[in-house]
């Protein structure tokens, strides 16, 4: 697997990745980065290695359909209905 093993959502769920299945979903960021167990070590040290990165952060998407993909921080996602593509374009600046 290419991809970290770790990836979060825009919502700050985190999921971690697993070859060819659907990512397993581990909780919220807040609440995971504060446990003190051996996950919350694992996520705390993923978060921060992510957060002192120079490099723009990949989100996770997952659609109903039970597909992923990954996108920039930065880039907008919109969902239009059950059955229509998603779409994904990069946000404007302010």
Known sequence: MDKEQLAITEEGQVYRLRDRNRPLLLGH??????????????VRAWW????????????IVLTRSGE?????????????????E???APMAAD
């Open 29 to 42: 960021i807040s609440c995971l980065v504060s446990e003190q167990t051996a996950l919350g070590h694992e």
């Open 48 to 59: 921060q290695v992510r957060l002192a990165s120079e490099e723009p952060g990949e989100n």
């Open 86 to 88: 998603v779409a994904v």
């Open 68 to 84: 992923f993909y990954f996108v920039r921080s930065g880039e907008a996602t919109v969902v239009e209905g059950p059955n229509q």
